[in-house]
């Protein structure tokens, strides 16, 4: 079989090889890849020279966005339920945003907000779920997972801080445990995030804002040899509202080399980041009520931390008659110190409880995979097998201290896991409207820890299992649609699955927990383009989990908790009005409850019920441009009782700029405009603050939206 009978043979079944390319000022439709019912990736010849999907005319609403083309990195997966895509640079770019993490709100139904410090891990909601600084949303960025298991501050921390997101070329999210590639941490979802192998012209840019804000950032590349070398530097400095201001301070560099195709070639990128910042964490409601802080006030002004990130990745693709064989692998150096407070003088009525949480670790893996082509029957099928590896080998400590000087050690471990992954899926057109998926994936983990603490030291093993199923029906009048089932998981930190003592009282015995918590996802949905312009999905979803993980105020860490039931409705739309102008809408509404019994409650603490967004985009490649963005997120129960909830957050952000002929471009992003007073995370456990009893209070603790802001930005592309 011919080289562009494979390509024509994956499109068929759906298989996005597609290289998303983008000029400056145009952008794909994120659905583009995804759609069988579109011909635009059977026209593409696949040769040696650059694949590319032709550019469409759509509005690109930033000042420093380049465009450029992502190869490499390029998906090779089917995008085969109504809740997943494939979003553009562009798209991503398009969005007024306070920090970088905001931009994959991108992904429908994402909210991605922060309750500390800038230099610490978002916190996410999706689907219906806390997910905390990112247990159960797989984060990926040029193959290399974020999500760090076993980590000092939360299962599945998952810092993006460090990204550039005009570096950004593609991001393709999945919803629910239905897909081969996704293992741990994946069952509300998984967003990958792959950069730029080159970029058109260089671009400098630079911004002012309110609260001290400022950003500086540089993105080059020219010809070497037979490839291109990028190189970025990103660099910003931002005090915030807070009495006690942030004090940020960071800077992110990438440096790449790559030569030819997202078919066949190779990339080798370097990253380095290093951060540090003061803290203003969660604050209790009744302090400010009684006047004894400001709403941007704080009750330990020492909190905050420093962090730093290395990584030398490599990625290598090929393409013959038998078909595409892509492989890649990582190592990765990462260390944090972070300093917390949230109880106050609950635990120390002298000292205050302010800890010091420390994780160091090196982190090696990779994965190959190999797609190939062939017939059932007759009938055009196609298979993909896929291994993955991981090790992490990690320092993870946790001390007492008080204004950042240690006063004593709680524990200092050394763990060494390790997990290795077997996936297999065929795919298969049985006729012109249906078309099946049917994989599975295997994981097997391994883990040992060394213990200060000599009893809770060990070894642990844990292996699962996990079938993938997909139906696609259509398309029968410009719809699909689709059915989907799968299972996932997520592990827990290994020092509960080996610990038999309670660290801070080798008196007291501990519960051991689980390694591996299984996951079970169900999807039926729609997806119809009956308007010309208009894209709309429409997926009814459940989520069963054997154990979810929930935020633990008096330790600042997530801990396995009790069986939990999500059901929900997703309706996801994409409006391409004219060129200039696009519309976008999103809408999730989800039912989260504990399915077992029991009388504290049934609720499940931090659920968003509702979340929902809304955009508005315009702009030519010359003259102005703008974006107008809505997002909220609904009241949550804060404890099982449902007898404490939060209020909801609505905020609007809006950009208007100019793009002139000789490649300058401003523009001016004003964020939260309606000065809303809502908060970006709110919890509810018990604190005690000076003179009050020594059990403490249970209070509403909430880190505030930050006030009307406003940056400008210039930018240069030369």
């Known amino acids: ?25 145009a952008q794909d439709r994120p659905t583009q890849a995804a759609s069988t019912s579109e011909t635009t990736l059977e026209e ?17 609403a930033s000042a420093g966005y380049v465009g450029g083309v992502t190869g490499i990195g390029g998906s090779l997966l089917s995008v085969d339920s109504a809740s997943a895509g494939i979003l553009t640079g562009a798209q991503v770019n398009n969005r007024p945003v306070t920090r970088p993490g905001e931009v994959l709100e991108a992904v429908p139904g994402l909210i991605v907000t922060q309750h500390s410090g800038e230099g610490k891990a978002n ?34 921390y998952a810092d993006i801080n460090f990204l550039i997101p005009e570096l950004v070329g593609a991001v393709e999210f999945h919803k629910g445990p239905y897909f081969v590639r996704d293992g741990d941490f994946a069952s509300a979802g998984s967003v990958r995030i792959d950069y730029l192998d080159s970029v058109p012209k260089n671009v400098a840019l630079t911004s002012i804002g309110s609260f001290g804000y400022r950003r500086a950032l540089s993105i080059a590349s020219v010809p070497l040899a037979e490839g291109n070398l990028l190189v970025a530097a990103d660099a910003q400095v931002y005090d915030g509202p807070w009495v006690v201001p942030d004090k940020l301070r960071k800077i992110s560099t990438v440096a790449r080399y790559s030569q030819g195709t997202a078919l066949d070639g190779f990339s080798v990128t370097g990253m380095a980041y290093a951060s540090r910042w003061t803290a203003t964490n969660q604050i209790p409601e009744r302090a400010v009520a009684e006047g004894l802080i400001s ?50 003088f609950l635990n120390d009525p002298v000292n205050g409880d302010q800890f010091h949480q420390l ?91 060394v213990s200060d603490t000599p009893a809770n030291s060990g070894k642990a093993r844990d292996a699962i299992v996990n079938p993938k199923l997909g139906l696609v029906l259509g398309p029968w009048f410009d719809t699909e649609l689709y059915v989907n089932y799968g299972g996932g998981f997520h592990s827990n930190d290994v020092r509960g699955v080996t610990a038999t003592v309670d660290p801070t009282s080798s008196l007291f015995n501990t519960t051991r927990s689980p390694f ?34 929930l935020f633990q105020g008096d330790t600042g860490t997530t801990e396995p908790s009790r069986p939990t039931r999500r059901f929900g409705v997703e309706w996801t739309n994409r409006y391409a009005v004219t060129p200039w102008l696009s519309l976008e809408g999103d809408l999730t509404i989800t039912n989260a409850r504990f399915s077992d019994y029991d009388p504290v409650g049934n609720r499940v603490p931090e659920a968003p019920t509702t979340i929902a967004s809304a955009g508005i985009t315009f702009g ?99």
């Open 1 to 25: 079989m011919s080289r562009r009978s494979l390509r024509a043979l994956l499109a068929i079944s759906g298989c996005s090889l597609a290289v998303l390319s983008t000029a400056s000022h």
């Open 44 to 60: 593409i010849s696949v040769t040696s020279e650059t694949v590319a999907a032709k550019p469409q005319t759509a509005p690109a």
């Open 123 to 156: 916190q996410f909601f999706l689907r219906g779920f806390n997910l905390d600084h990112g247990t159960d949303i797989a984060l990926f960025l040029d193959g290399m997972p974020l999500n760090m298991r076993t980590h000092a501050h939360g299962q599945g």
């Open 295 to 344: 709403r941007y006030g704080t009750v330990n002004p020492t909190d905050g931390g420093d962090t730093s990130r290395f990584s030398l990745s490599g990625r290598f693709s090929a393409t013959d008659d038998t078909g595409v064989t892509r492989a890649s692998a990582y190592v990765i150096r990462s260390q944090l110190n972070l300093f917390n407070d949230f109880t106050y």
């Open 359 to 449: 994780d160091q670790r090196i982190i090696g893996g990779g994965e190959a995979l190999h797609i190939f082509q062939g017939d059932l029957f007759g009938l055009p099928m196609e298979n993909e097998i896929g291994v993955q590896t991981r090790t992490d080998s990690i320092r993870v400590g946790l001390f007492n201290t008080t204004n950042r000087q240690f006063r004593s050690g709680v524990l200092d471990d050394r763990v060494l896991e390790t997990s290795g992954a077997f996936y297999f899926d065929n795919r298969v057109r049985w006729t012109d409207w249906l078309r099946t998926s049917v994989g599975f994936r295997a994981d097997g983990y391994y883990a040992s820890v």
């Open 516 to 549: 591996l918590v299984p996951s079970t996802g169900y999807e039926i949905g729609l997806r119809n383009r009956s308007i010309a312009g208009l894209e709309t999905s429409l997926a009814l979803f459940r989520l069963d989990f054997a154990s979810e993980n």
């Open 620 to 718: 030519e490649p010359l003259g102005w441009f703008g974006s107008l963005r809505f997002r909220y997120f609904g009241p949550r129960p804060l404890i099982e009782d449902n007898s404490i909830r939060s209020r909801p957050t609505a905020l609007f952000n809006g950009r208007v700029g100019y793009a002139f002929e000789n490649g300058v471009s401003v523009s001016l992003d004003v964020l939260n405009l309606t000065n809303s007073k809502s908060d970006q995370i709110t919890y509810a456990y018990v604190s005690r603050l000076p003179g009050e009893p020594a059990e403490g209070l249970i209070d509403r603790v909430f880190h505030p939206v930050e006030p009307t802001a406003v940056r400008l930005t210039i930018a240069g592309r030369f």
